[in-house]
């Protein structure tokens, strides 16, 4: 087997490709947003508890898992263009499910919807991932971060235009119209889906990526799942399950945390300053996110992530042991710069040598979201046993594990085959 990179790339090329990969992270948070901003009007129109509505999650979420888990399969066979393309048009199938359910109405139709969404908004996650990778070892500095950022920045687009349809939306009691609440959604996901299959045809074409172009007998062809098995890449997975689980225990609890465990000025917080803290949480990582960049390709990945992590460690400590809020807030501040880079310097490290790129950043994600997805409920419960403060504090502990595995995140050279014959 014989991998071979083109001599010669032309420079716009790259260049197209990484202001498209940049759209196409700020569309999946936009959509992503702006599903989350009509969660409310969906239990409105089935008249479901938030119970109920977390079953539903979990359709989202084992569609997500599904597309995950084979994620892998998909992008080391098919381009991440094709990927790309083939999720945007499943999640656009999902939400229209969504809508459709509504009208119906049909909880049955809601679920299937929300599996479906998940799996196509997962796998885009994976194929934009790899695309990243792929053009940040194009243009020889590092983006990754900052293709984060923009995901960061979609989200914050996608919930004011949420909260837009929220504010503008229209009587259930009108006749013939009760799709209409949700049809504003299902529009723009679609003029979204359709913006991401513009991106796509603007990726890196096949001859610009280091390739396979021949299989031997005494070179089988790759299996995607023996990146499971691989001490690096679970390395690198327990890095970005560690900031993962930190900033996912950020949305789910600070506030709360903020709320129940400070006071200012002798009186308890009110609620708004616990969502004032969670903005500062974010403003602070997504700031990390746009400029970290260049401090990597300055100092390295393994210096920056060292002193992130222990920024991180820094911050939970400030935020445990501080007796009131004002103290607390530089605590939260370092939380935020801590746990941003963890992430998407764990796909950059995954794709390093790019002919198994795909499966290990398959497994990466997969690892990442796990502890994102699950890791913060089960903190609820040592929440209760122990109060959210002293919960959040044994976040040092991951934290502590990881800060001695970043070396595995060292930039490791291309392996370049060649099959002798003769």
Same mark, same amino acid.
């Given at each position: 087997m014989t991998s071979t990179r083109p001599d010669i790339t032309p420079s716009h090329g790259?260049?197209?490709?990484?202001?498209?990969?940049?759209?196409?992270?700020?569309?999946?948070?936009?959509?992503?947003?702006?599903?989350?901003?009509?969660?409310?009007?969906?239990?409105?129109?089935?008249?479901i508890n938030s119970t109920q509505m977390g079953l539903f999650f979990l359709c989202a979420a084992a569609g997500s898992l599904t597309a995950l888990i084979i994620a892998g399969w998909i992008t080391s066979r098919?381009?991440?263009? +094709?990927?790309?393309? *083939?999720?945007?048009?499943?999640?656009?199938? %999902?939400?229209?499910?969504? @809508?459709? #359910?509504?009208l119906l109405p049909s909880q049955w139709l809601l679920g299937g919807g929300l599996f479906i969404f998940g799996f196509g908004f997962s796998l885009c996650d994976v194929a934009m991932n790899l695309e990243g990778t792929q053009v940040e070892q194009r243009l020889g500095y590092t983006i990754m971060p900052k293709l984060h950022a923009c995901f960061s920045f979609g989200t914050v687009t996608g919930a004011a235009c949420g909260a837009l349809l929220e504010f503008l939306q229209v009587g259930f009691t009108l006749p013939l119209l009760p799709l209409l609440p949700l049809l504003p959604l299902l529009l723009l996901v679609i003029g979204a889906a359709v913006l991401l299959l513009w991106c796509s045809r603007r990726y890196l074409s096949a001859g610009t990526r280091y390739?396979?172009?021949?299989?031997?007998?005494?070179?089988?062809?790759?299996?995607? +799942?023996?990146?499971? *098995?691989?001490?690096?890449?679970?390395?690198? %997975?327990?890095?970005?399950? @560690?900031? #993962?689980?930190?900033?996912?225990?950020?949305?789910?609890?600070?506030?709360?945390?903020?709320?129940?465990?400070?006071?200012?000025?002798g009186v308890e917080p009110a609620g708004w300053m616990?969502?004032?803290?969670?903005?500062?949480?974010?403003?602070?990582?997504?700031?990390?996110?746009?400029?970290?960049?260049?401090l990597i390709d300055k100092y390295g990945r393994v210096v920056v992530l060292r002193i992130c992590t222990v920024l991180s460690i820094t911050g939970l400590m400030i935020f445990g042991f501080s007796p009131n809020l004002s103290m607390a807030l530089p605590g939260i501040l370092l939380w935020g710069v801590g746990c941003a880079l963890g992430f998407?310097?764990?796909?950059?490290?995954?794709?390093?040598e790019p002919r198994h790129a795909a499966s290990r950043i398959a497994v990466v994600v997969v690892i990442g979201y796990c502890s994102l997805l699950t890791g913060p409920p089960l903190l609820g419960f040592l929440a209760n046993a122990f109060g959210v403060k002293n919960a959040l504090l044994l976040l040092v502990i991951p934290l502590c594990i990881s800060l001695l595995l970043v070396s595995k995140l060292r930039v490791v050279a291309p392996v370049k085959e060649a099959t002798e014959k003769g």
């Open positions: 790259a260049i197209r490709a990484k202001y498209a990969v940049f759209l196409t992270f700020f569309l999946c948070g936009f959509v992503f947003a702006s599903w989350a901003a009509r969660i409310p009007l969906v239990m409105s129109i089935f008249s098919f381009s991440s263009a +094709f990927t790309v393309m *083939l999720s945007a048009l499943v999640f656009s199938l %999902g939400m229209g499910s969504v @809508a459709v #359910s509504a390739h396979v172009v021949e299989h031997t007998e005494n070179q089988p062809q790759n299996n995607p +799942f023996a990146a499971w *098995l691989e001490w690096r890449t679970l390395a690198i %997975g327990f890095t970005v399950l @560690a900031t #993962s689980l930190l900033e996912g225990a950020a949305f789910d609890w600070l506030p709360l945390g903020v709320v129940t465990g400070f006071t200012l000025d616990g969502s004032m803290t969670l903005a500062l949480f974010v403003a602070a990582m997504t700031s990390m996110r746009w400029f970290g960049g260049l998407p310097v764990g796909m950059s490290a995954a794709a390093d």
